[in-house]
């Protein structure tokens, strides 16, 4: 099982999935790739890895009591949706990785450089590379890197971010990505040879200049401030607040309210916040303005209600450690961005943070 659990975190940064068009895909006449039910290659190794773990897992009465409440809770959840096959999907994902950080925390025989950050840097050297041939070439490479995830595209398409987006969906996502990854690396470089870290540090380095993420520029200031815990000045890139892009986010902000408000209990359903946009505002009549709402925490509370909120905020909470940096990235670039929830890549590594916090807390 090792030798899987080194496979997926070699295959993390990757996107090759089998998509399953639906009828239930489509908001305002646009095909939202949100709703699109896929199964990822990640998908079939992590299946690999939690049939094998649970085989030695002892099932108690409170594993039996929770699974219950789970079940329940989702069935009233899946009950308050629009789109039901989004929603069941969904919660598909939310339990596959559940029970992925639970084969996790619970295999004592889990080395978390030599399985899990030791591969990972080896693809990562990869997507790095592949981040700067973008930017060079000013669009995808093509090639084998389809199969790996690169999306077909060109810098001047329109609806396309001019920055690398190399295997990802995004290079907002790409960027956040990068940033929990680097910070793995530096926590670990002195298992790295001092070459091999170095090297890979500056592409991770340069990797997040080219894509001019914003959130994460701010996280990583919040995470400096945090470490040296001294009062810091620092300047950044203008940003226009004036433009389409905050004001979008503002109104995503808005609607998310509306539907907490009217679904205060169960929330909108899993998967379902796009889909109920058109219920709360007439604002959004492009293709590309229907995202989830901006931010993981009102994301969770629109699509799941109080209760999923209460749950969430709490596995985050019980999860926080004095060596959680790679979640405290997590959690700022997630109040300005919702692909910790939403995208493959992120959130296994989202996963992987959850499951290694609970993990060392244990030894603390």
């Given at each position: 099982?090792?030798?899987?659990?080194?496979?997926?975190?070699f295959?993390l940064?990757?996107?090759?999935?089998?998509?399953?068009?639906?009828?239930?895909?489509?908001?305002?006449?646009?095909?939202?790739?949100?709703?699109?039910?896929?199964?990822y290659?990640?998908?079939?190794?992590?299946?690999?890895?939690?049939?094998?773990?649970?085989?030695?897992?002892?099932?108690?009465?409170?594993?039996?009591?929770f699974?219950?409440?789970y079940?329940?809770?989702?069935?009233?959840?899946?009950?308050?949706?629009?789109?039901?096959?989004?929603?069941?999907?969904?919660?598909?994902?939310?339990?596959?990785?559940?029970?992925?950080?639970?084969?996790?925390?619970?295999?004592?025989?889990?080395?978390?450089?030599?399985n899990?950050?030791?591969?990972?840097?080896?693809?990562?050297?990869?997507?790095?590379?592949?981040?700067?041939?973008?930017?060079?070439?000013?669009?995808?490479?093509?090639?084998?890197?389809?199969?790996?995830?690169?999306?077909?595209?060109?810098?001047?398409?329109?609806?396309v971010?001019?920055?690398?987006?190399?295997?990802?969906?995004?290079?907002?996502?790409?960027?956040?990505?990068?940033?929990?990854?680097?910070?793995?690396?530096?926590?670990?470089?002195?298992?790295?040879?001092?070459?091999?870290?170095?090297?890979?540090?500056?592409l991770?380095?340069?990797?997040?200049?080219l894509?001019?993420?914003?959130?994460?520029?701010?996280?990583?200031?919040?995470?400096?401030?945090?470490?040296?815990?001294?009062?810091?000045?620092?300047?950044?890139?203008?940003f226009?607040?004036?433009s389409?892009t905050?004001?979008?986010?503002?109104?995503?902000?808005?609607?998310s309210w509306?539907?907490?408000?009217?679904?205060?209990?169960?929330?909108?359903?899993?998967?379902?916040?796009?889909?109920?946009?058109?219920?709360?505002?007439?604002?959004?009549?492009?293709a590309?303005?229907?995202?989830?709402?901006?931010?993981?925490?009102?994301?969770?509370?629109?699509?799941?209600?109080v209760?999923?909120?209460?749950?969430?905020?709490?596995?985050?909470?019980?999860?926080?450690?004095?060596?959680?940096?790679?979640?405290?990235?997590?959690?700022?670039?997630?109040?300005?961005?919702?692909?910790?929830?939403?995208?493959?890549?992120?959130?296994?590594?989202?996963?992987?943070?959850l499951?290694?916090?609970?993990?060392?807390?244990?030894?603390?």
């Amino acid at each position: 099982m090792l030798y899987l659990i080194s496979l997926l975190s070699f295959l993390l940064p990757t996107q090759l999935g089998l998509h399953v068009n639906s009828l239930q895909t489509m908001v305002y006449g646009f095909r939202i790739d949100y709703l699109i039910p896929t199964l990822y290659l990640t998908d079939l190794i992590a299946l690999l890895i939690i049939l094998l773990g649970f085989r030695k897992i002892k099932f108690t009465k409170k594993n039996l009591v929770f699974s219950i409440l789970y079940i329940g809770f989702v069935v009233a959840n899946i009950l308050h949706t629009t789109y039901y096959i989004p929603a069941i999907y969904k919660w598909l994902k939310v339990t596959e990785t559940i029970l992925l950080a639970t084969v996790l925390i619970k295999n004592k025989k889990i080395d978390f450089f030599k399985n899990i950050l030791k591969p990972l840097s080896y693809s990562m050297f990869i997507v790095c590379l592949l981040g700067i041939s973008q930017y060079l070439n000013k669009g995808s490479v093509g090639g084998i890197f389809y199969w790996l995830g690169e999306r077909t595209l060109r810098f001047n398409d329109p609806n396309v971010s001019p920055f690398p987006y190399s295997t990802f969906s995004h290079p907002n996502s790409f960027a956040g990505f990068l940033l929990v990854f680097g910070i793995f690396l530096i926590q670990f470089k002195n298992k790295f040879k001092l070459k091999y870290f170095l090297t890979l540090a500056i592409l991770v380095f340069i990797n997040l200049i080219l894509t001019n993420s914003l959130n994460v520029y701010i996280a990583i200031v919040l995470l400096v401030i945090l470490n040296f815990r001294s009062n810091l000045a620092f300047s950044f890139l203008a940003f226009d607040f004036s433009s389409r892009t905050f004001s979008h986010r503002l109104e995503l902000i808005s609607a998310s309210w509306k539907m907490i408000k009217d679904n205060f209990l169960f929330g909108v359903g899993l998967n379902n916040f796009i889909p109920n946009l058109p219920k709360v505002t007439n604002s959004f009549l492009n293709a590309w303005e229907l995202q989830p709402v901006h931010n993981i925490f009102l994301l969770v509370f629109s699509e799941t209600g109080v209760i999923g909120f209460i749950v969430f905020s709490l596995l985050v909470l019980f999860s926080l450690s004095p060596i959680s940096y790679p979640l405290i990235a997590i959690l700022a670039t997630g109040q300005m961005d919702h692909y910790w929830l939403t995208l493959q890549q992120n959130m296994l590594l989202f996963t992987y943070a959850l499951a290694l916090n609970f993990k060392w807390k244990k030894k603390i």
